[in-house]
């Protein structure tokens, strides 16, 4: 029986989820393979969000990029995953696990890799509409919002939804709020936003 043996989840999910997911290595390993169709796999190293893991998923891009494997197309990081395109025909599927299963096993994490970007930022109120309402909603004064927002060195989890929006965390506790019950129709360049534990520039930075 080979390692990659397909799980068996169910026959609804079977038919629903097309990513079918691969074990890789023993059940008790920090991280599953699943197929993402037919030239992806998504490497999955949790089910929560946190720097940790985060700093797994960042890892293993870091290395699989530097390896420049014949065959692997892009790595896109997640919160939680890595999604590898590659060509099969160049880089069959049971090889590339091999290789990112030697990768996780000798992986280097570092919960401060990276760069630190700096983004210049203005609260004045004539261009933050929602000041007041984050004061009022979290019973601190603007000034105070505004100096526990921007004290923070966010962590950069992920890009996406819009081209080159980062998702930054984590927001303090007392500034985390639920998104809008209605959502802008349309929200300026430039703009930050927070959601949840979240904090966004939705142009990108």
Known sequence: ?????????????????????????????????????????????????????????????????????????????????????????????????????ELAAGLRIREDAGRIWRLPACYDPAISPDLDHVAGHTGLSPSQVVECHSAATYHVYMLGFLPGMAYLGDVAPELQLPRLATPRVKVPAGSLGIATRWTRRPDGI
Not at 73 to 87: A, G, I, K, N, Q
């Open 1 to 101: 029986m080979s390692k990659y043996e397909l799980l068996t989840v169910g026959a609804s999910r079977a038919t629903v989820d097309r990513r079918d997911p691969l074990l890789v290595g023993p059940e008790e390993s920090e991280y599953r393979v699943h197929l993402a169709g037919d030239t992806a796999l998504v490497v999955e190293f949790g089910d929560v969000i946190d720097r940790r893991i985060s700093a797994k998923v960042l890892a293993l891009a870091r290395r699989l990029t530097q390896l420049e494997l014949p065959g692997v197309v892009e790595c896109v990081p997640t919160f939680r995953s890595l999604m590898v395109h590659y060509d099969p025909f160049e880089l069959p599927t049971t090889t590339l696990c091999d290789r990112i299963a």
